[in-house]
């Protein structure tokens, strides 16, 4: 019966080959795994994987070169920008960019962000925000929202003492070198293609040499917000968009009127 | 026909980047050694050879453009002085960890801290030891004339491509501002995409179309494999010990006591040992130009010979160290030294020289 399925016409989707075989590391449920898959297939269908070059941060996703099957450099934490910067600037024809958690970019890394952003750099960044530093137990991020709970704010985030949670995406959008601001998610399949067109458009950018393209992904994480997968993504919805809500910023250099 | 020129130290090696062919220049300001960004931004490199030129939001930030562009095939270079040198070390380490080529240039100042703009050693320890996280080294060479500021620039980038290994060229804010006659070697062009492909088939600058990818990192989970690579980045070592080992003698054929000093420091030692010879006291010295590898056998090699060893810097006491390591006690070792940016007089190294040997 399901032989009869099998039929190269009634195939409907297929792994990307821009992804390896290597089994993901990532916690069952994390967006992690959605948001390579989708800059991978992004690539893949552009017709560009010999002609990209990918940074990886520190986080939970330090590992990102064991799954992308396109050449990769591993930064150290927070410095993927300006690996970039310099990768970009000795190939200004190849296609380049990072991958980063909230704590890799807005917090260690927040020179090396608003700097690449404020030259312009024709890059891509691609920003993963789940709220906490997954990688090292769920420890306060910049990201943390007000009240949240963490491993380093156990009674919750107390603004006056912790200081507020940091809308990089904002930020970041208001310098001229950037080109493309947007913000979106993962968790469902609406969702996710959305998401995957915007970092089409970001990848599109960069060949016109206009500056940053900076794509914002509110994710999860399970096991640092420890919650089922399933309740932190009704968590995620429910807390998370609302501090950091969905959709374009600034569209071909021009903010987006709401 | 020789090219003579009246240069800087710093222009001399900003010039010498040029030259060499490196494809990239990322740095910060800082004194006493701005002037190689000064003189590399007038000098429009992107129109002479397409080298690119970019002033880094730090320190930080330079070494890890310096991690990427070296991590990406190209052959780049920075330039700093010793707080500037200090962020670096992470990225360095890095750079050691990831086995990647290229060129970091520190122009002393005293220390610690902010310290002060004058010459000084005193980062010696940093440099040679390490200086970052981790077991590694970087090759360190150390010039005494605006004349090997500019060659060193262009040997740094043969040795750093022949081992897959950072450089660093250790100066000061002396050999950095002060003006001699230099002549500039030729222009060398570029590396070729060709030429990288063949050279540097470990880069990442897009997966070849009939090959695996590559991958840059100094990530490795397992000890068992982190262990392995460590013990191969130990094996380079000693082979870049076996092979580029560089020292100058002065004087030393009739020696019964010899000076060590590098850089300025061995510029000051010349002078005291003019004086010395004049007293009628046969001294020499033997001036390390590689820091890391260190002159070593050299140095035994002379321990039977003579009667002692002094060594002179601008700290207070690091070098000496390896001096003694390498003569291993069996001849008397002394030490002079002006610190914070204070230059030893010829004189007053003479006299503390007498007073240790008399
Ligand atoms: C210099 C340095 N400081 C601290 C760390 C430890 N560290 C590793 S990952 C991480 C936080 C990662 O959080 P995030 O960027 O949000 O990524 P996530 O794991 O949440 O995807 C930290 C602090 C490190 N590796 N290097
Ligand atoms: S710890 Fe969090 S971010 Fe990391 S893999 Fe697990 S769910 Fe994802
Ligand atoms: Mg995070």
């Known amino acids: 019966m399901y032989t009869e399925l099998i039929k190269p016409e009634n195939l409907v989707y297929t792994k990307t080959k821009v992804m390896t075989d290597k089994e993901l590391s990532y916690c069952p449920g994390c967006g992690h795994g959605t948001a390579h898959r989708i800059i991978m297939e992004v690539i893949e269908e552009m017709g560009i994987q010999g002609e990209t070059i990918g940074v990886a941060p520190v986080g939970c996703s330090v590992l990102a070169y064991e799954f992308m099957n396109i050449d990769v450099q591993q930064a150290a934490h927070g410095r993927a920008p300006a690996l970039a910067t310099a990768i970009k600037r000795l190939w200004p024809e190849k296609y380049v960019f990072t991958y980063q958690g909230d704590g890799d970019l807005a ?47 156990p009674y919750g985030r107390d603004e006056t003492e912790m200081g ?63 919650m089922r997968p399933t309740d932190a993504n009704q968590w995620m919805e429910d807390n998370m968009f609302p501090y950091y809500p969905l959709g374009d910023i600034k569209v071909d250099g021009l903010f987006v009127n709401k | 026909m020789k090219e003579l020129r009246l240069m800087k130290g710093n222009e001399a090696m900003a010039e010498a980047m040029i030259r060499a062919g490196y494809d990239g220049y990322f740095g910060y300001p800082i004194t006493p050694q701005s002037e190689v960004m000064e003189y590399l931004q007038a000098e429009r490199p992107m129109e002479r050879t397409g080298m690119v030129v970019l002033q880094a939001e730090s320190e930080v930030a330079s070494i890890n453009m310096l991690y990427g562009g070296a991590g990406s095939g190209k052959n780049v270079v920075t330039s700093s002085s010793s707080p500037g040198i200090s962020l670096m070390q992470e990225g360095l380490s890095y750079i050691a960890g990831a086995e990647l080529p290229c060129l970091v240039i520190n122009v002393q100042r005293g220390g610690p801290g902010l310290g002060d703009i004058q010459p000084a050693q005193a980062d010696y320890f940093q440099a040679v030891k390490g200086g970052g996280h981790g077991d590694y080294k970087l090759i360190v060479i150390a010039p005494a004339s605006v004349q090997e500021s500019s060659d060193f620039v262009k040997l740094a980038l043969e040795l750093s491509n022949k081992y897959r290994n950072p450089v660093m060229i250790l100066t000061d804010g002396a050999i950095g501002q002060m003006m001699e006659k230099v002549e500039l070697f030729p222009q060398q062009p570029r590396w070729t995409i060709e030429e990288i492909r063949e050279k540097k088939p470990w880069a990442t600058f897009g997966k070849p179309a009939d090959g695996e990818r590559r991958i840059i990192t100094s990530l490795d989970l397992l000890p068992e494999k982190l262990e392995a690579h460590n013990t191969h980045l130990q094996e380079k070592y000693r082979t870049i010990e076996k092979n580029e080992v560089r020292y100058e003698e002065i004087m030393c054929e009739d020696a019964e006591y010899i000076f060590v000093a590098y850089g300025l420091a061995s510029r000051i030692c010349q002078k005291t040992i003019q004086l010395l010879r004049e007293k009628g006291i046969k001294v020499g010295i033997i001036r390390p130009i590689t820091l890391y590898p260190f002159p070593k056998d050299i140095l035994k090699s002379y321990a039977s010979k003579v009667n002692g060893f002094f060594v002179v810097e601008m700290n207070a006491g690091q070098m000496v160290e390896d001096v003694q390591l390498a003569v291993e006690c069996k001849e008397k070792v002394s030490f002079y030294g002006r610190t914070g940016g204070v230059l030893p007089t010829p004189e007053e190294v003479m006299e503390a020289f007498e007073k240790s040997f008399k």
């Open chain 1, 107 to 153: 917090a260690i890394g927040t020179a090396e962000t608003i700097h690449a952003c404020n030259r312009g750099e024709n890059i891509v960044i691609v920003f993963i925000n789940n709220g906490i530093y997954g990688m090292t137990g769920g420890q306060m991020a910049p990201t943390t929202l007000p009240n949240m709970k963490s491993s380093t704010s």
């Open chain 1, 164 to 226: 507020h949670p940091l809308k990089m995406t904002e930020l970041v959008a208001n310098l001229p070198g950037v080109y493309y601001v947007t913000r979106q998610a993962v968790h469902k399949p609406s969702h996710v293609r959305k998401a995957k067109k915007a970092i089409r458009k970001a990848f599109e950018n960069t060949a016109k040499k206009t500056g940053v393209s900076f794509v914002e992904i509110v994710s999860n994480c399970n096991s640092g917000w420890k």
